[in-house]
């Protein structure tokens, strides 16, 4: 498979992923610093793959509205910082509406686990993995196909190693640090 952009009507406002892409705000990656040991470079990089998973969920909302697929994506493995970053990003709230707005034709809700998922994957024990198979086999394709294999080996390799959550846990300043 390569790597392809998506044939969406124009009228979605989810713009080219170039386009995406050159949006800057140093105030996100900044307030990232202050709760992570990172260096800049290392704010900037997840702040990066953090437009690209902004953009790769809205034009996954929009394939799942048109039919064109038929489940969602979420945060899976390797991609726990990248959620990090959108909470942060979150928290800008005009910018990241702004953002949302102009590059990708609305405003991408965070919605995080319910109560009742959680629950429900505590009851089903090793039948929630053969569940997710499934969910993780769809997500790593449609990776792939959007976004490439450079993506797919950082998100879910690279991403997966370095920000694994124990490793985040490493990284996380003290509350008395972040300032």
Excluded at 113 to 122: G, H, I, N, P
Aim: hydrophobic share 35%; proline share 3%; charged share 30%.
């Amino acid at each position: 498979m390569t790597k392809q952009q998506p044939t969406l009507k124009e009228n979605t406002g989810i713009k080219p992923l170039d386009e995406v892409l050159l949006y800057e705000n140093e105030n996100v990656p900044h307030r990232f610093k202050k709760h992570f040991f990172l260096s800049d470079e290392e704010a900037d990089d997840i702040f990066m793959e953090t437009k690209k998973w902004l953009w790769f969920c809205a034009v996954a909302y929009e394939l799942n509205r048109l039919g064109r697929i038929d489940f969602i994506v979420g945060i899976i493995r390797g991609l726990p910082m990248i959620d990090q970053m959108w909470h942060n990003f979150i928290l800008h709230t005009q910018a990241y509406e702004a953002f949302c707005n102009k590059y990708l034709g609305g405003f991408v809700h965070h919605v995080p686990t319910t109560k009742a998922a959680d629950e429900s994957k505590l009851a089903k024990g090793d039948m929630h993995v053969e569940e997710m198979k499934g969910f993780y086999e769809n997500q790593y394709s449609l990776t792939y196909d959007l976004m490439g294999e450079a993506t797919c080996l950082k998100w879910y390799k690279e991403y997966a190693e370095k920000y694994s959550r124990a490793e985040i846990d490493k990284i996380k300043k003290p509350l008395a640090k972040q300032q």
